[in-house]
């Protein structure tokens, strides 16, 4: 079945990185395209960026230019790499995919930003 795992979310600085990882099972993730979301407190779920099978990027405005969204197909993972984080990136985030019509969710990773 289709399984999402997410790691490396933290309690980091505000300017500070943190790298986030999604290894994937259950489906042929060289040719699907993959996405990060962010759930805040008393906020609905958002689209942070997302990279297609052959490796375009879209990015949320409020993200642009401060976090970047890889794949290496060889080890089924999504990285989603953030720099430069503010207090409002605190939130769940998630990876999740579209697979036969249907889309699928991690268990989420919490990044919080504070000082």
């Known amino acids: 079945q289709v399984q999402l795992v997410e790691s490396g979310g933290g309690l980091v600085q505000p300017g500070g990185s943190l790298r986030l990882s999604c290894t994937v099972s259950?489906?042929?993730?060289?040719?699907?395209?993959m996405s990060w979301y962010r759930q805040a407190p008393g906020r609905e779920r958002e689209s942070v960026a997302r990279?297609?099978?052959?490796?375009?990027?879209n990015y949320a405005d409020a993200v642009q230019g401060r976090f970047t969204i890889t794949r290496d197909n060889a080890k089924n993972t999504v990285l989603l790499q953030m720099n430069s984080l503010k207090l409002e990136d605190t939130a769940v985030y998630y990876c999740?995919?579209?697979?036969?019509?249907?889309?699928?969710w991690g268990q989420g990773t919490q990044v919080t930003v504070s000082s």
């Open positions: 259950g489906f042929t993730f060289s040719s699907s395209a």
């Open positions: 990279i297609s099978s052959f490796g375009t990027t």
């Open positions: 999740s995919v579209i697979w036969g019509s249907r889309r699928y």
